[in-house]
């Protein structure tokens, strides 16, 4: 139960960061039955933005080149559609067209805050912005100049390659309960730290508890669960503080950073405790990967369902003259399987021994909102994925 206040303070909390006023657009496609769209449509409405809605989630790309908006709102996920379309462009050109375009892809995969990178980079990054980057943007309505992302944890290879090519990406964090955000980034001198969801709002508390579970307190907290004390007790506590389920910790600067679910961990047979999100965060840095779903619960080790990134794959498939056929034929071939290996390979030396992804498979179609595997702001449905997959799941152990 969201009160008139609760949401009135959340959106009175972050109203201090968007730059934007009168004379500005904004793009809304989220769904207006969530409190993360709902509470950003009120902020629009406070700063006076006008709001355009996008006719679906397939026309975005056509609505903003009609309506040239300077914000909006999104998920991780059309990032990363937007990233793989990026990618798919660079297949196709040859020549000189193409070292520039793969000069700046790669640069803004390097990018750094406040110059980090030094003056000879913020140079070439000026070069590139005339050549490439504009075009992206233009791609986006030209005028594109932030995007809130929320709902899901975002890959900091997004945060980073989109800032450098000039529309600035401020990660959030919060909850349908806390109406719903609890840290957010914004342009303050720590405000943006790549991998983090940013400061907490300065009008809520926050608290780390014992066992990294974070917690909040403060007016954008629910007042309960509707008839429902039982729940409501045993998620907020006799001292105010809502009990996330989320795992987190406090940078050094200030950030707030998830680190994983609570009711997600699993412990293997060993009693080793793995936290699968922040596993599936890393993985699917990878070009090769759009998908996966980490499992293990009671097992020796654990193991992943991933879903390529097909994109991706049948144009690394035409520059290796690798018959590409159907999704599932191509999964099926042997020098496609050894490429994934070596791909996991290289992102399990990040892992201690009983978090590396030690069995796999592929599968063939992507997982979405409408086959049941996805949420409406794009998480992973995972009960449903367990029931759905339970053969191959059983398989990879």
Known sequence: MLTHNNLVSNFLAVAYIPPFGEKHKAVSYLPLCHVYERMLNYLYQYLGISVYYAENIGTITDNMKDVHPQIMSTVPRLLEKVYDKLVATGQKLKGPKSWIFWGAFHLAQRYELKGANGRFYEWKRKKYDKLVYSKWRAALGGEINLM????????????????????NILEGYGLTETSPVIAVCDFSEHGIKFGTVGPVLKNLEVKIADDGEICVKGPSVMKGYYKDDKLTAETIDKEGWLHTGDLGHIEPEGQLKITGRKKELFKTSFGKYVSPQLIEDVFKESLFIDQL???????????????????????????????????????????????????????????????????????DAEWAVETGELTPTMKLKRPYIFRKYADKIDNLF
Request: aromatic fraction near 10%.
């Open 148 to 167: 809130v992302s929320g709902g899901a944890a975002m890959q900091p290879r997004l945060g980073r390659l989109f800032t450098c090519a000039g529309i």
């Open 293 to 363: 779903i980490v499992v293990g619960e009671n097992q020796k080790f654990a193991g992943a369902l991933m879903i390529p990134d097909f994109i991706f794959l049948k144009s690394y498939c035409e520059r290796k003259e690798i018959p590409f056929g159907s999704n599932k034929e191509v999964i099926a071939n042997s020098v496609i399987k050894k490429r994934f290996q070596k791909e996991i390979d290289k992102y399990n030396k990040q892992f201690g021994d009983t978090e590396k992804i030690k069995s796999w498979d592929l599968l």
